[in-house]
């Protein structure tokens, strides 16, 4: 279709072409014919001139004398036409250039005839007309006319010929194009026609796409929910299990403790009573590995129960009911600053809440956790070397707020802004307390609630955390609750 589209455009730049070829050899036609009736017009000019002079010297009639002063008046005129006309014929030039002298002598010579004759010396003039050999000029000047015209009549035949030609190639540009035309129009009939064909068959998947994808929405849903729900179990039963022996690890612990104070105690009595039977391998492990190895023992259980705390956490999470209502983001903002104020305090930072601020329908309880969480994290991993500067803001965009906490601390390394999401998965220098669960709960509160949660930091120039919610929370029902048939 492209190449008949651009055949169809050739074939109309060459009828262009053709026409206008066409219109040059018309006006070329036209020319020539306006050349001949200016030849044909002069040598009637001449011959009227010499009627009327003759009629003049024959019968003193004025009338004679008014035909030729008007004859002789137009005819140097017309001759300055037919060179005008012609100046671009080097022939024509050349018979006009012998034709004025001749035309001048002519009228010089008749011009005396009237004058004698209109003083009464008729009979000098017409001795002057037989002597001046009239005949022989007015041949001449016949001649001259009639070569210039038969020169006009060889050009007419030439330029008709070629007009003749133009108005062929014009038809065969016109029969080239129609042919053009019918093959594009083919083309293009069998292109949509095809088209149409796959539209159709695209349409038809399509809906029966659209007919079975609410099917697969809905099983996918209730799938990811039962999965959910199974790791939400699958979480409290795990944690709960590990709790029972981490208990009495720990009861254990405290006994061995106890057991410890004794041990020490007796080596103690025996050194005093009878430092013989007491070794240096005994008096180190009762003052020293025994105690050390309980502490690691009690520290590595009060690490794994805050980490089952934390993930009872989280399947709590899962399991509670979002309760939506509108909420004052700026009131709610001032609110965690206010909470949050000792630490802002301690740390020497200011946190700062821009107004006004886009408010939204959602979880309270979850929203409030997600900005304290963010703002919290802010504070704990301020850079020491500058004044601490916390900004909590939100805005618009479309249909969904987004809230941004944004600080000046320490920054996060590009390798590390995925993975600080992950659960017990923590980024930098691990100078600060905590398990590495608060961004995982974070994340999972925003997902919660139909939201997004992102990063863009720089080490060294701080983070700025993106919290991307619905202005309007809208809980994610199943088919059966939407379409009760």
């Given at each position: 279709?492209?190449v008949?589209?651009?055949?169809?455009?050739?074939a109309?730049?060459?009828?262009?072409?053709?026409?206008?070829?066409n219109?040059?050899h018309?006006?070329?036609?036209n020319?020539?014919?306006?050349?001949?009736?200016?030849?044909?017009?002069?040598?009637?000019?001449?011959?009227?001139?010499?009627?009327?002079?003759?009629?003049?010297?024959?019968?003193?009639?004025?009338?004679?004398?008014?035909?030729?002063?008007?004859?002789?008046?137009?005819?140097?005129p017309?001759?300055?036409?037919?060179?005008?006309l012609?100046?671009?014929?080097?022939?024509?030039?050349?018979?006009?250039?012998?034709?004025?002298?001749?035309?001048?002598?002519?009228?010089?010579?008749?011009?005396?005839s009237?004058?004698l004759?209109?003083?009464?010396?008729?009979?000098?003039?017409?001795?002057?007309?037989?002597?001046?050999?009239?005949?022989?000029?007015?041949?001449?000047?016949?001649?001259?006319?009639?070569?210039?015209?038969?020169?006009?009549?060889?050009?007419?035949?030439i330029?008709?010929?070629?007009?003749?030609?133009?108005?062929?190639?014009?038809?065969?540009?016109?029969?080239?194009?129609?042919?053009?035309?019918?093959?594009?129009?083919?083309?293009?009939?069998?292109?949509?026609?095809?088209?149409?064909?796959?539209?159709a068959?695209?349409?038809?998947?399509?809906?029966?796409?659209?007919?079975?994808?609410?099917?697969?929405?809905?099983?996918?849903?209730?799938?990811?929910t039962?999965?959910?729900?199974?790791?939400q179990r699958?979480?409290?039963?795990?944690s709960?299990?590990l709790r029972?022996?981490?208990?009495?690890v720990?009861?254990?612990?405290a006994?061995?403790?106890?057991?410890?104070?004794?041990i020490?105690?007796?080596?103690?009595?025996?050194?005093?009573?009878?430092?013989?039977?007491?070794?240096?391998?005994?008096?180190?492990?009762?003052?020293?590995?025994?105690?050390?190895?309980?502490?690691?023992?009690?520290t590595?259980?009060?690490?794994m129960?805050?980490?089952?705390?934390?993930?009872?956490?989280?399947?709590?999470?899962?399991?509670r009911?979002?309760?939506?209502?509108?909420?004052?983001?700026?009131?709610?903002?001032?609110?965690?600053?206010g909470?949050l104020?000792?630490?802002?305090?301690?740390?020497?930072?200011?946190?700062?809440?821009?107004?006004?601020?886009?408010?939204?329908?959602?979880?309270?309880?979850?929203?409030?956790?997600?900005?304290?969480?963010?703002?919290?994290?802010?504070?704990?991993?301020?850079?020491?070397?500058?004044?601490?500067?916390?900004?909590?803001?939100?805005?618009?965009?479309?249909?969904?707020?987004?809230?941004?906490?944004?600080?000046?601390?320490r920054?996060?390394?590009?390798?590390?802004?995925?993975?600080?999401?992950?659960l017990f998965?923590?980024?930098?220098?691990q100078?600060?307390?905590?398990?590495?669960?608060?961004?995982?709960?974070?994340?999972?509160?925003a997902?919660?609630?139909?939201?997004?949660?992102?990063?863009?930091?720089e080490l060294?120039?701080?983070?700025?955390?993106?919290v991307?919610?619905?202005?309007?929370?809208?809980?994610?029902?199943?088919?059966s609750?939407?379409?009760?048939a």
């Amino acid at each position: 279709m492209a190449v008949g589209f651009i055949a169809l455009l050739a074939a109309g730049l060459a009828a262009v072409w053709a026409t206008s070829r066409n219109q040059a050899h018309t006006d070329a036609v036209n020319h020539t014919y306006t050349v001949k009736l200016a030849i044909a017009q002069t040598r009637t000019l001449v011959e009227q001139g010499e009627t009327a002079r003759r009629g003049y010297l024959l019968t003193g009639d004025a009338d004679y004398r008014q035909n030729y002063i008007l004859a002789a008046a137009q005819t140097s005129p017309e001759i300055d036409r037919i060179a005008a006309l012609t100046s671009d014929n080097p022939v024509q030039r050349a018979n006009v250039a012998a034709l004025r002298p001749l035309v001048r002598n002519l009228v010089t010579q008749r011009d005396l005839s009237i004058a004698l004759t209109a003083t009464g010396r008729t009979s000098e003039a017409v001795q002057r007309f037989i002597a001046e050999r009239v005949a022989r000029r007015m041949y001449q000047i016949r001649t001259l006319l009639m070569r210039m015209a038969d020169e006009e009549s060889r050009l007419l035949a030439i330029r008709d010929a070629e007009q003749r030609a133009a108005v062929r190639a014009f038809y065969g540009v016109l029969g080239v194009a129609a042919v053009l035309l019918l093959v594009v129009a083919l083309l293009s009939i069998a292109t949509v026609l095809r088209y149409t064909r796959d539209l159709a068959s695209s349409r038809d998947q399509l809906r029966a796409f659209a007919e079975s994808l609410e099917e697969q929405v809905v099983e996918r849903t209730t799938d990811l929910t039962r999965a959910n729900e199974e790791v939400q179990r699958f979480a409290y039963i795990v944690s709960h299990d590990l709790r029972s022996p981490l208990v009495n690890v720990m009861g254990f612990t405290a006994e061995l403790e106890a057991a410890t104070a004794t041990i020490s105690g007796l080596i103690d009595r025996a050194e005093a009573e009878a430092p013989g039977i007491v070794t240096e391998d005994m008096r180190l492990a009762a003052r020293e590995d025994l105690p050390e190895a309980i502490g690691f023992i009690r520290t590595s259980t009060q690490k794994m129960d805050r980490l089952i705390n934390a993930i009872l956490k989280l399947s709590r999470q899962g399991r509670r009911v979002i309760s939506p209502e509108p909420l004052d983001m700026a009131a709610l903002a001032v609110s965690i600053r206010g909470s949050l104020q000792h630490l802002l305090d301690d740390r020497g930072a200011e946190m700062i809440v821009k107004e006004p601020m886009v408010g939204i329908v959602s979880d309270r309880l979850a929203v409030e956790q997600i900005l304290s969480n963010l703002v919290e994290n802010a504070v704990k991993y301020l850079d020491p070397k500058r004044p601490g500067r916390i900004v909590l803001r939100g805005a618009r965009e479309g249909m969904r707020a987004v809230f941004e906490v944004e600080d000046n601390g320490r920054g996060i390394a590009a390798s590390d802004h995925s993975r600080i999401f992950d659960l017990f998965r923590r980024s930098g220098t691990q100078d600060q307390p905590g398990e590495g669960i608060g961004l995982a709960h974070v994340r999972a509160l925003a997902y919660r609630l139909g939201g997004t949660i992102d990063v863009a930091s720089e080490l060294g120039r701080g983070s700025t955390f993106r919290v991307n919610l619905p202005l309007i929370y809208a809980e994610t029902k199943n088919r059966s609750e939407r379409d009760p048939a």
